[in-house]
């Protein structure tokens, strides 16, 4: 993916809204790690994919600033909702403060936490997970809520190309990499679910979690 072909394919799609864009741009002004924004391109893939499945239920794991959620909350239909879990909560006040502001804020319940303590607890049943959080622990996170997710269900998994390390450095011993690897090694031999891996941005692998 050259830049060009990049600003092509954004010049072809739907635009970002303003609040999308004002969020994106205050994550790069005030946070050290911004290239955790989902951004224009995936947050148009992440709604595509809610008016496909039509899920009434979705937990997200890793909230970061709220892009995703909100995105994932813009494809809703009327009384979903998206439940998102974020570690971080020095970040707490600057996402609440975006997703009140937008329309769709409504459908969004932020729990502040860690996810492998927090999911355990959670009784809903999902439609659809999208997993973004801490890379070490994909495995676990999957382990966790594949459980929680309904027959025919979806899960999304953000990062599973991560650089293309899996390729670049197959005997890494960088926690995130091994994390990565791990996770994509177990979910390809898994036969609870059918499974694929979309080469976006980093890589996004979509499962179907069978009847």
Known sequence: MTPELEEYILNHIDKEDELLATL???THLYHLRPRMVSGHLQGRILKM???MIRPQRILELGTFTGYSALCLAEGLCEGGE???IEIDDEIEDFT?????????GNRIKLMIGDAVEIVPTLSDTYDLVFIDANKRDYLKYYELVLPKVRPEGFILADNTLWD????????????QTVGIERFND???TDNRVEKVILPLR?????LW???
């Open 24 to 26: 994106d741009r205050d």
């Open 49 to 51: 994919f809610c008016r």
């Open 82 to 84: 998206v439940h998102t």
């Open 96 to 104: 609440r403060s975006h997703l009140a502001r937008s329309p769709y």
């Open 164 to 175: 293309g390390k899996v390729v670049t450095d197959p005997h890494s011993r960088d926690a």
């Open 186 to 188: 177990f979910i390809a």
């Open 202 to 206: 980093d890589g996004l692998t979509i």
């Open 209 to 211: 979690k069978k009847p």
